[in-house]
Nanobody, 116 residues
């Protein structure tokens, strides 16, 4: 199993930046993928960014390309999401996700609110 503990998020004005972190309970090298999803009120949860631990290039939603960056710290077993040039439409609950074997694990979610 994998436990995921998220931190970061909060309230920021449009154009500002926030950073999210997701710490995994096991070595990041044993995990297939780690990424971030988000869910706004009344909308389905969707992919924001995903990182294949094996080394493939990160995958980003078109809406965040050029503004968000996903990266990892192998020592801390942590994946980060750096969010720049935030827009009100980025407001959502952000969830960390990991795939390990055939299973999918989720963090508890963290609220990101961008005011106009």
């Amino acid at each position: 199993q994998v436990q995921l503990v998220e931190s970061g998020g909060g309230l920021v004005q449009a154009g500002g930046s926030l950073s999210l972190s997701c710490a995994a309970s096991r070595s990041i090298f044993s995990i297939n993928t780690m990424g971030w999803y988000r869910q706004a009120p009344g909308k389905q949860r969707g992919l924001v960014a995903q990182l294949a631990i094996g080394g493939a290039s990160p995958n980003y939603a078109d809406s965040v390309k050029g503004r968000f960056t996903i990266f990892r710290d192998n020592v801390k077993n942590t994946v980060y999401l750096q969010m720049n040039s935030l827009k009100p439409e980025d407001t959502a609950v952000y969830y960390c996700q990991a795939t390990y074997g055939r299973n999918i694990y989720w963090g508890q979610g963290t609220q990101v609110t961008v005011s106009s």
